[in-house]
DNA sequence: CGCAGGTTTGAGAGGAGTCAAGGGTTGTGG
DNA sequence: CCACAACCCTTGACTCCTCTCAAACCTGCG
């Protein structure tokens, strides 16, 4: 993508969306070691009971934490897109490291968890960052288990657009109500724990009630502010800031809602 | 119950369960101050979008952590007991506070925010602790969606009762098979993403299948090697350590199969 | 004693799963 | 440049797990 030389930037971006870091601290975020690799779609890059000695952070591409029960179908619980470290918590629970797949080609950023941890323990305030990032995450999670758990199909997939449509463009990757979430129906039947039949036809029903259109990879929202409702997305577990501080932030353009297209 | 006159000594030993603390680190942690306060059950005690300044130490009864869909209903991703440190992630993302409902009468200690925060960024390895413990907590997460997400009434039913049932073990509340669980049919289904009516068919299926006996405010595993198999309950994710050293722990006894009650 | 809240059971409905086949798209090699 | 293969998407018909609605039964307690 756009963004120019260090791939840290993005990390360090996303940490100051939640914490406040000073330009020294920042610097020393800029400064972490690693090495980039690329991984090809559908490849698991972390296994389950590995114990990886570093962090990925995700340049580029969308990766999936999963699980996977006894008959082999996974369930994916959390994606990681450009500027999310994925496994940043095994820096402190290394055997706890969730398994990640590659759910399109994806370029990592892989960060020693030794590194991580010298800084987190050198500077408080970046310690503490991480373990916000951590606490977000959390957050996210357990959103993810209200959708599984209590909505149906429509309000699943519904709630995933948003937040992924939220997401992108906290990254600056959404441009007006479409953004690119190149993953297969398979995918999203692993994300939001239905059949990839069944994905199929809840975006389907999306698309005739004119409130999201998904083809291929990309996602048009068609109707952002039905779309929210039906998927009862609230983006405040997306948004939680900063120590005690305010954060000054009108943020997110709540633009009203718009059809660009008026297709079939 | 029977621990005596701290109620922080819980919360460290779970720290200890997971992270290695000196005895000074140790004495901070049971420096802390807070208040003690009773909740009776079913009482909402954080309510969403609060911003509590305070983390609940649960001394004694069980909570839940729970998300709420648009229709009202509870989606619960998380159960705190005894020696849990609910809403600690509160401290860094006070906005980002949890929600929290008493399921049975629930003793806590309200431990300030700021203290927590304060020996988090005067002692490194506490942060980290706390941090680590954040993790702990979003791995159990992540399990619960793939429980609610991907298996059947009876293999979720069983997952959570080995949870419990391990749960209750390291902080030596189970003896042999047996634990106190006082949740009703209907916070179960809360849990599991059930109806009430469907927990009990569920229930009452394990119970002649000769698995586990669940029974107003007790559970009796009567087979545990095939309540495991039947949830696909690995431990792995309850029992994820410390920074980089090994742990010294054989710990879980898990003893061979036993079938105490041969009732119909 | 009688109520309130929890548990148990039955009968019927419905949302999502399963099985299966056909159509599209993309990439690659002849 | 076309042909084929692999993969993905789409749709139909039928099944089944879980939900809904409803009633009865327990049990602790005021």
Redesign the pocket.
């Given at each position: 993508m756009a963004q120019s030389d260090n791939p840290l930037r993005l990390f360090a971006d996303r940490l100051a969306r939640h914490s406040r870091l000073d330009r020294f601290e920042r610097q020393e975020i800029l400064a972490l070691p690693g090495t980039i690799a690329h991984v090809r779609?559908?490849q698991d890059f972390v296994r389950l009971g590995e114990r990886p000695d570093h962090a990925c952070l995700i340049i580029d591409g969308v990766a999936g934490r999963f699980g996977q029960s006894a008959d082999g179908s996974r369930q994916i619980t959390a994606l990681h897109i450009a500027g999310d470290m994925g496994n940043l918590h095994a820096a402190v629970s290394p055997g706890g490291a969730a398994p990640l797949q590659a759910l399109t080609a994806v370029s990592v950023l892989k960060v020693p968890h030794s590194a991580l941890r010298e800084i987190a323990r050198a500077r408080p305030a970046i310690g503490e960052a991480f373990w916000r990032e951590s606490v977000l995450e959390a957050a996210v999670l357990a959103e993810w288990t209200v959708n599984v758990g209590r909505?149906?199909?429509?309000a699943?997939a519904a709630h995933l657009l948003c937040e992924m449509g939220w997401r992108y463009e906290e990254i600056g990757e959404r441009v007006g109500f479409s953004y690119e979430f190149p993953?297969?129906?398979?995918q999203?039947?692993d994300m939001l724990?239905?059949?990839?039949?069944?994905?199929?036809?809840?975006?389907?029903t999306l698309r005739i009630e004119n409130l999201a259109d998904?083809?291929?990879r990309r996602v048009d929202i068609l109707d952002w502010n039905a779309l929210m409702r039906a998927g009862e997305f609230n983006p405040a577990y997306l948004d939680t800031g900063t120590g005690g501080e305010q954060r000054a932030k009108p943020k997110l353009s709540l633009v009203p809602p718009r059809r660009p297209r008026m297709e079939a």
């Open positions: 779609a559908n909505r149906n199909a429509r699943r993953v297969t129906q398979q999203l039947a724990a239905l059949t990839p039949v069944h994905v199929n036809r809840t975006l389907k998904v083809h291929g």
